[in-house]
């Protein structure tokens, strides 16, 4: 079997597999060999990655995920939460819209506020 053909799983839910902590979207760095493999393929843990699909690799680590937003979420609750833990005080929940709700924001618009 060559390596192009070689076909490879990413998870689709967060999971222990053969000692290895995946998160959500990771692509397996080696898949076989454990007793429930066709069990977890069945069950929609694990998703085959399309042949030529584009990955996506996190700049910490270097694991590969399936899609941008995944290797994101990977990112930050690995390298910058440091493991899922929550900010340690609400102060930073507020800073980036000054109290003004998401939906008032218009993509590609310049920020208007809406008179009262
Ligand atoms: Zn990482």
């Not at 042949?51 to 290797?71: D, I, L, M, N």
Request: hydrophobic share 30%.
């Amino acid at each position: 079997m060559s390596e192009e053909n070689k076909v490879r799983y990413w998870a689709r839910r967060p999971h222990n597999y053969g000692g290895v902590n995946l998160d959500r979207g990771q692509i397996l760095r080696e898949f076989g060999g454990f007793p429930n493999d066709a069990k977890l393929i069945d069950l929609g843990y694990l998703v085959p990655v399309m042949p030529g699909a584009k990955t996506y690799q996190c700049q910490s680590c270097g694991e590969e995920f399936a899609h941008a937003v995944s290797r994101d979420t990977h990112f930050e609750n690995r390298h910058i939460n440091r493991g899922f833990s929550r900010p340690i005080n609400g102060a930073e929940e507020r800073v980036d819209n000054d109290g003004l709700d998401d939906s008032l924001f218009v993509p590609g618009m310049p920020m208007l506020r809406q008179g009262k």
